[in-house]
């Protein structure tokens, strides 16, 4: 996920070991100021979902609702 303003023409993404990876936009929410990014690499881990209420201190986590302002990433 990203900002859907700050998306252009041609995009990569920079792994966490300094790899650099082509990436498409696959949903963008202009209002929300927010897009979702697809990228194809080998050796990528899938993002473990977790439906528990309250996340552990210090989890990365990720919300989107369909009220006003529910979109936060952290």
């Known amino acids: 996920a990203t900002k859907a303003s700050e998306c ?3 995009l990569a ?3 966490c070991d300094r790899r650099r990876v082509s990436a498409t936009v696959v949903a963008r ?4 100021d ?4 697809r990228i194809e ?4 881990e899938a ?9 552990s201190p210090c989890a990365w ?3 989107v609702g369909l009220a006003a302002d529910p979109v936060a990433i952290g």
């Open 41 to 44: 690499s080998d050796g990528l």
């Open 29 to 32: 929410d202009e209002e929300a």
């Open 8 to 10: 252009g023409e041609a």
């Open 61 to 63: 986590v990720a919300s």
């Open 47 to 55: 993002v473990a979902w977790c439906a528990e209420a309250s996340p």
């Open 13 to 15: 993404c920079e792994l």
């Open 34 to 37: 927010l897009a979702l990014l």
